[in-house]
Nanobody
């Protein structure tokens, strides 16, 4: 089990930027996935972005493509989410997570459902005003 600690949330105007950080404890010896999820009040938790530890292939939700960037520092189990051009609909509590990698026909991939992740941060709130 990995413990994750998030930071970087806050309140910004529409069009602004935030950079979220997630720091994990302990060493990692196997392939894995890191991800950012978000959950707005009254809505389900949804995957925003994932990144694989082996090849750093990324996934982004359609709603954030071109605006958000996920990155990973394997040596410290630390990953980031750079959020640019923020919109009011981006407002939510953001959670970082670690999960198991998937392999299909020799190609790595990451899950996008919350059930595919076994370690979670405490959440950091992002508020975007118009």
């Amino acid at each position: 089990q990995v413990q994750l600690l998030e930071s970087g949330g806050g309140s910004v105007q529409a069009g602004g930027s935030l950079r979220l950080s997630c720091v994990g404890s302990g060493a990692v010896y196997t392939t894995y996935c890191m991800a950012w999820f978000r959950q707005a009040p009254g809505k389900e938790r949804e995957a925003v972005a994932t990144i694989h530890s082996a090849d750093h292939i990324t996934y982004y939700a359609d709603s954030v493509k071109g605006r958000f960037t996920i990155s990973l520092d394997n040596t410290r189990l630390t990953h980031f989410l750079q959020m640019n051009s923020l919109k009011p609909e981006d407002a939510a509590t953001y959670y970082c997570a670690k999960g198991d990698s998937e392999l299909n026909d020799g190609v790595f991939s990451c899950p996008t459902a919350p059930s595919g992740f076994d370690s979670w941060g405490q959440g950091t709130q992002v508020i975007v005003s118009s």
